[in-house]
């Protein structure tokens, strides 16, 4: 075997070192530069683990925390949920599919916040399970993770006020179509009682909180529901829809009554662009 050459002795060292200092982390938190957390571990396994039980067995999605170990026969299924700290971390990423990672990151402190800004607080607050509604985003994300498009539930609520239609928004409505679908499916499985019980009460849990957020839109914007306020109806941004329409959306999705149909209708109808005038006083005949 013939000894290298000095030349290529000095390629082969540049090849190593520039494949030393490129290198990938296998941690997809670090490689996009982001740091895990210990907080809210405890959220996540019981979300996970509500998820799953809500997911059809041949969805081919199977959460599993990324710190703990999971079937290595469910390997090709499975779906990792990492818990990501607030440090460098945009508002987007509270709940999300990064791309090029079949994966979930979940902020845990951004979630957190988000809900409580979306309960009212007073003395007559309903009950929303932080578990069972983190569930249903999981299984909003595994939406994403089935139709091949990475998304995110977006909590920054930041963005120019629209209402029109984009390729984004129809995505995120997808995604809810599937989450609504799975535990549309859940709540049919008698038969498994835990499973059929806890789907009934994230039902509730939906229904519960887009009455808070009603609640909280009148507080925040008063008199929005007579003006029809922007900031309250349209969406902030172009790439998801006003939360408190996917909310009102699926909860038509899943009751399909009277009253679910109404909510919704009455929300689009606060969507339509209106006259600026508030009061015109009606025209007089001239007298003399």
Same mark, same amino acid.
């Given at each position: @075997?013939?000894?290298?050459?000095?030349?290529?002795? $000095?390629?082969?060292?540049?090849?190593?070192?520039?494949?030393?200092?490129?290198?990938?982390?296998?941690? /997809?938190?670090?490689?996009?530069?982001?740091?895990?957390? =210990?907080? !809210?571990?405890?959220?996540?396994?019981?979300?996970?683990?509500?998820?799953?039980?809500? @997911?059809? /067995?041949? $969805?081919? +999605? #199977?959460?599993?925390?990324?710190?703990?170990?999971?079937?290595?026969?469910?390997?090709?299924?499975?779906?990792?949920?990492?818990?990501?700290?607030?440090? &460098?971390?945009?508002?987007?990423?509270?709940?999300?599919?990064?791309? *090029?990672?079949?994966?979930?990151?979940?902020?845990?402190?951004?979630?957190?916040?988000?809900?409580?800004?979306?309960?009212?607080?007073?003395?007559?607050?309903?009950?929303? $399970?932080?578990?069972?509604?983190?569930?249903?985003?999981?299984? &909003?994300?595994?939406?994403?993770?089935?139709? !091949?498009?990475?998304?995110?539930?977006? !909590?920054?609520?930041? !963005?120019?006020?629209?209402?029109?239609?984009?390729?984004?928004?129809?995505?995120?409505?997808? =995604?809810?179509?599937? =989450?609504?679908?799975?535990?549309?499916?859940? @709540?049919?499985?008698?038969?498994?009682?835990? +499973?059929?019980?806890?789907?009934?009460?994230?039902? =509730?849990?939906?229904?519960?909180?887009?009455?808070?957020?009603?609640?909280?839109?009148? @507080?925040?914007?008063?008199?929005?529901? $007579?003006?029809? +306020?922007?900031?309250?109806?349209?969406?902030?941004?172009?790439? *998801? /829809?006003?939360?408190?329409?996917?909310?009102?959306?699926?909860?038509?999705?899943?009751?399909?009554?009277?009253?679910? &149909?109404?909510?919704?209708?009455?929300?689009?109808?606060?969507?339509?662009? #209106?006259?600026?005038?508030?009061?015109?006083?009606?025209?007089?005949?001239?007298? #003399?």
């Amino acid at each position: @075997m013939r000894p290298l050459s000095r030349a290529g002795c $000095s390629l082969l060292f540049l090849f190593l070192l520039g494949c030393s200092r490129h290198s990938l982390p296998d941690d /997809p938190v670090e490689r996009m530069g982001l740091t895990g957390t =210990a907080l !809210g571990r405890s959220l996540i396994e019981k979300a996970a683990d509500l998820a799953n039980s809500w @997911m059809e /067995p041949n $969805s081919g +999605t #199977r959460f599993a925390p990324a710190w703990k170990a999971s079937d290595p026969q469910e390997s090709k299924n499975i779906v990792r949920i990492y818990a990501i700290s607030d440090l &460098h971390a945009p508002a987007t990423y509270m709940v999300a599919v990064p791309t *090029h990672c079949r994966c979930v990151f979940v902020q845990p402190s951004a979630y957190e916040n988000w809900l409580q800004n979306h309960l009212s607080h007073d003395s007559q607050t309903l009950e929303v $399970s932080e578990e069972r509604l983190l569930a249903f985003m999981l299984l &909003h994300e595994a939406g994403h993770i089935t139709h !091949g498009d990475p998304g995110e539930f977006d !909590g920054s609520e930041t !963005g120019v006020l629209n209402t029109g239609t984009t390729v984004e928004k129809q995505r995120e409505q997808n =995604a809810d179509s599937f =989450a609504v679908e799975q535990l549309k499916r859940a @709540m049919d499985r008698r038969k498994d009682v835990t +499973t059929w019980l806890n789907a009934q009460y994230a039902s =509730a849990d939906l229904a519960n909180l887009a009455f808070e957020m009603q609640q909280v839109r009148e @507080m925040r914007f008063f008199g929005s529901e $007579s003006l029809g +306020t922007p900031e309250a109806f349209y969406d902030l941004g172009y790439t *998801h /829809p006003n939360f408190e329409l996917r909310l009102l959306t699926v909860n038509d999705m899943i009751s399909n009554t009277a009253t679910s &149909h109404q909510l919704l209708a009455n929300f689009l109808g606060k969507r339509m662009p #209106r006259s600026p005038v508030l009061f015109e006083a009606p025209n007089r005949t001239a007298t #003399r």
